[in-house]
T-cell receptor, first 111, second 115 residues
Framework: ETGVTQSPTHLIKTRGQQVTLRCSSQSGHNTVSWYQQALGQGPQFIFQYYREEENGRGNFPPRFSGLQFPNYSSELNVNALELDDSALYLC??????????FGPGTRLTVL | AQSVTQLDSHVSVSEGTPVLLRCNYSSSYSPSLFWYVQHPNKGLQLLLKYTSAATLVKGINGFEAEFKKSETSFHLTKPSAHMSDAAEYFCVVSGDTGTASKLTFGTGTRLQVTL
């Protein structure tokens, strides 16, 4: 069974740029959630997708957007990057019951 | 709104001694509660979960947690710490059962294990 994978592992961008992060869900999981973990903090919920539809959103501005594809993989897009967007971005997939499996994360640095 | 409070930001124990990481929760629903561990430069790994079955939950690597509704607590324990237990631990609450839903994380407790 393949676990949750994320790409890239590290990324450096400059302020104002746009970034796309990718996540492949664990086999059989139809729900994907994205979290932002700032340095020294716990992860914060960004949004969740269930069968290609957004299924809940945390307190993040609209410049954070996402997609889920028919194969249940997912993208997180962030426009107009700000310095405070520097963080570890975690993707988690889950089957339809209440347990989430996390990928290793993408570390984004905004200069 | 759901939330968790991890009462200690840092805990230091000697190898072979018991571990206690404290967590209190707040939830409008009958909550699902989890403990996750994060080793340096690694992703989050599920240690154990409570979903309204037995109140004493056993997890991986000898960890267990007890759900106490009257105290709104879900403390994590281990009888004997090992050096490999050194990591960041997160207490997590989820409001819905039966469907995947957002997880609300605590601020984390860094466990240090010394010789």
């Amino acid at each position: 069974e393949t676990g949750v994978t994320q790409s890239p592992t590290h990324l450096i961008k400059t302020r104002g740029q746009q970034v796309t992060l990718r996540c492949s869900s664990q086999s059989g999981h139809n729900t994907v959630s994205w979290y932002q973990q700032a340095l020294g903090q716990g992860p914060q919920f960004i949004f969740q997708y269930y069968r290609e539809e957004e299924n809940g959103r945390g307190n993040f501005p609209p410049r954070f957007s996402g997609l889920q594809f028919p194969n249940y993989s997912s993208e997180l897009n962030v426009n107009a990057l700000e310095l405070d967007d520097s963080a570890l971005y975690l993707c988690a997939s889950s089957p339809s019951y209440n347990e989430q499996f996390f990928g290793p994360g993408t570390r984004l640095t905004v200069l | 709104a759901q939330s968790v409070t991890q009462l200690d930001s840092h805990v230091s124990v000697s190898e072979g001694t018991p571990v206690l990481l404290r967590c209190n929760y707040s939830s409008s629903y009958s909550p699902s509660l989890f403990w996750y561990v994060q080793h340096p430069n690694k992703g989050l790994q599920l240690l154990l979960k409570y979903t309204s079955a037995a109140t004493l939950v056993k997890g991986i690597n000898g960890f267990e947690a007890e759900f106490k509704k009257s105290e709104t607590s879900f403390h994590l324990t281990k009888p004997s710490a090992h050096m490999s237990d050194a990591a960041e631990y997160f207490c997590v609450v989820s409001g819905d059962t039966g469907t995947a839903s957002k997880l609300t994380f605590g601020t984390g407790t860094r466990l240090q294990v010394t010789l």
